[in-house]
Protein backbone atom coordinates (compact mmCIF):
# COMPACT_ATOMS: atom_id res chain seq x y z
CA UNK A 1 0.00 0.00 0.00
CA UNK A 2 0.60 3.89 -0.12
CA UNK A 3 2.08 3.70 3.59
CA UNK A 4 4.38 1.00 3.01
CA UNK A 5 5.87 2.60 -0.05
CA UNK A 6 6.51 5.72 1.64
CA UNK A 7 8.22 3.97 4.33
CA UNK A 8 10.18 1.67 1.99
CA UNK A 9 11.41 5.37 -0.05
CA UNK A 10 12.03 7.02 2.92
CA UNK A 11 14.35 4.26 5.02
CA UNK A 12 16.00 3.57 1.01
CA UNK A 13 16.69 7.30 0.82
CA UNK A 14 18.20 7.43 4.51
CA UNK A 15 20.34 4.69 4.90
CA UNK A 16 21.01 2.85 1.73
CA UNK A 17 19.96 -0.86 3.37
CA UNK A 18 21.57 -3.97 2.45
CA UNK A 19 18.60 -5.61 3.51
CA UNK A 20 14.89 -4.05 4.06
CA UNK A 21 11.72 -5.47 4.93
CA UNK A 22 8.57 -3.93 5.64
CA UNK A 23 6.23 -6.25 6.60
CA UNK A 24 2.64 -4.22 7.01
CA UNK A 25 1.69 -6.51 10.58
CA UNK A 26 -2.03 -4.22 10.68
CA UNK A 27 -3.80 -7.72 9.99
CA UNK A 28 -2.90 -8.99 12.88
CA UNK A 29 -4.27 -6.29 14.99
CA UNK A 30 -7.89 -4.76 16.05
CA UNK A 31 -8.08 -2.56 12.91
CA UNK A 32 -10.24 -2.22 9.66
CA UNK A 33 -9.22 -4.78 7.17
CA UNK A 34 -6.49 -3.36 4.37
CA UNK A 35 -5.32 -0.60 7.25
CA UNK A 36 -1.18 0.26 7.04
CA UNK A 37 -1.38 1.31 10.80
CA UNK A 38 0.82 -1.32 12.28
CA UNK A 39 4.43 -2.10 10.84
CA UNK A 40 7.80 -4.37 11.43
CA UNK A 41 10.69 -3.02 9.69
CA UNK A 42 13.88 -5.30 9.49
CA UNK A 43 17.14 -3.02 8.52
CA UNK A 44 20.17 -3.73 7.91
CA UNK A 45 23.37 -0.90 7.05
CA UNK A 46 26.47 0.35 6.99
CA UNK A 47 25.16 3.23 8.69
CA UNK A 48 24.68 1.70 11.76
CA UNK A 49 28.52 0.74 12.70
CA UNK A 50 28.70 2.06 16.10
CA UNK A 51 25.54 3.44 16.62
CA UNK A 52 24.01 2.07 19.51
CA UNK A 53 20.37 0.25 19.54
CA UNK A 54 18.83 3.29 20.74
CA UNK A 55 20.02 5.60 18.52
CA UNK A 56 19.70 3.26 15.59
CA UNK A 57 15.98 3.10 16.37
CA UNK A 58 15.73 7.30 16.93
CA UNK A 59 17.39 7.41 13.26
CA UNK A 60 14.81 5.94 12.04
CA UNK A 61 11.77 7.34 13.69
CA UNK A 62 13.43 10.74 12.41
CA UNK A 63 12.99 9.21 9.21
CA UNK A 64 9.62 7.97 9.38
CA UNK A 65 8.47 11.21 11.42
CA UNK A 66 5.18 11.89 9.09
CA UNK A 67 3.91 8.47 8.95
CA UNK A 68 4.30 8.06 13.39
CA UNK A 69 2.58 11.27 13.64
CA UNK A 70 -0.27 10.44 10.88
CA UNK A 71 -1.35 6.17 9.56
CA UNK A 72 1.51 4.65 11.22
CA UNK A 73 0.21 3.64 15.41
CA UNK A 74 2.89 0.78 15.81
CA UNK A 75 5.99 0.24 14.59
CA UNK A 76 8.36 -2.12 15.47
CA UNK A 77 12.19 -2.11 14.29
CA UNK A 78 15.09 -4.56 13.66
CA UNK A 79 18.23 -2.49 13.04
CA UNK A 80 21.47 -4.00 12.40
CA UNK A 81 24.84 -3.83 11.10
CA UNK A 82 25.55 -6.35 8.09
CA UNK A 83 28.35 -8.27 10.77
CA UNK A 84 25.19 -8.20 13.23
CA UNK A 85 22.78 -9.96 10.73
CA UNK A 86 25.26 -12.18 9.32
CA UNK A 87 25.99 -13.65 12.94
CA UNK A 88 22.29 -13.71 13.31
CA UNK A 89 21.87 -15.36 10.23
CA UNK A 90 19.26 -13.49 9.08
CA UNK A 91 17.11 -14.56 11.98
CA UNK A 92 14.51 -11.85 13.51
CA UNK A 93 12.37 -12.15 16.35
CA UNK A 94 8.25 -12.74 16.27
CA UNK A 95 6.55 -9.32 16.89
CA UNK A 96 4.56 -9.62 20.23
CA UNK A 97 0.95 -10.58 20.32
CA UNK A 98 -1.37 -7.86 19.58
CA UNK A 99 -3.13 -7.12 23.46
CA UNK A 100 -6.44 -5.09 21.34
CA UNK A 101 -5.76 -1.91 23.32
CA UNK A 102 -5.75 -3.88 26.53
CA UNK A 103 -3.76 -2.22 29.71
CA UNK A 104 -2.21 -5.63 30.32
Do not use: M, Y
Not at 76 to 99: E, H, Y
Amino acid sequence: GPVAASITAKLEAAFKPDVLDVVNESASHNVPRGSESHFKVVLVAHAFASVPLLERHRLVNEALADELKGPVHALSIVAKTPAQWAKASGAVPPSPPCLGGSKA
